[in-house]
T-cell receptor
């Protein structure tokens, strides 16, 4: 069974479109994250939710809106996609809100904006 | 200055070699330190935590120098399967979130 699963794995779309990525974890963790990994391989945190509550919201354009319907799910919706949004988006989960422990990552969703 | 800095490499080494990666971090208040491994086009996975006293896991040894704000990872007797990108990870300033370095790419050749 996959611990952290994301869909879709690949997404190719045109500028200006709106798209969503879904994430689910079956580890029973309270905290979930979205990270963005750009072409230079930097992994940057975007959002963190603890038990459905937003606890970290980095400087991310308003076009990005996370949503956590329950603590096992964290989705990411992106409006008006831009070329610079092309990246791999990783969902992750962890045991603690303060995040001093291990993160479990999904396989990533590779977004290409044309 | 980046919060976590690593030499991106690539490091190209023959099988059996010993290789060392270094990492520096800017926040002197950081408490938790890790090395993650990321294979090509895969997700990052925890390799090992780094403790103040240094720790070893098989062929891998991690060291922490708080005074210099420096972390290292030593891999002995490199295997082909060690080829990957090694990410230095530190908990950051706000809310203890993890900050990832750019990663150091290792390629072990036969």
């Amino acid at each position: 069974d996959t611990a952290v699963s994301q869909t879709p794995k690949y997404l190719v779309t045109q500028m200006g479109n709106d798209k969503s990525i879904k994430c689910e974890q079956n580890l029973g963790h309270d905290t979930m994250y979205w990270y963005k990994q750009d072409s230079k391989k930097f992994l940057k945190i975007m959002f963190s939710y603890n038990n459905k509550e937003l606890i970290i919201n980095e400087t991310v354009p308003n076009r990005f809106s996370p949503k956590s319907p329950d603590k096992a799910h964290l989705n990411l919706h992106i409006n008006s996609l831009e070329l610079g949004d092309s990246a791999v988006y990783f969902c992750a989960s962890g045991r603690e809100a303060v995040n001093t422990g291990e993160l479990f990552f999904g396989e990533g969703s590779r977004l290409t904006v044309l | 200055r980046k919060e976590v800095e690593q030499d991106p490499g690539p490091f190209n080494v023959p099988e059996g070699a010993t290789v060392a990666f270094n990492c520096t971090y800017s926040n002197s208040a950081s408490q938790s330190f890790f090395w993650y491994r990321q294979d090509c086009r895969k997700e990052p996975k925890l390799l090992m935590s780094v403790y103040s006293s240094g720790n070893e896991d098989g062929r891998f040894t991690a060291q922490l120098n708080r005074a210099s704000q420096y972390i290292s990872l030593l891999i002995r007797d490199s295997k082909l399967s060690d080829s990957a990108t090694y990410l230095c990870v530190v908990n950051g300033r706000k809310g203890g979130k993890l900050i990832f370095g750019q990663g150091t790419e290792l390629s072990v050749k036969p």
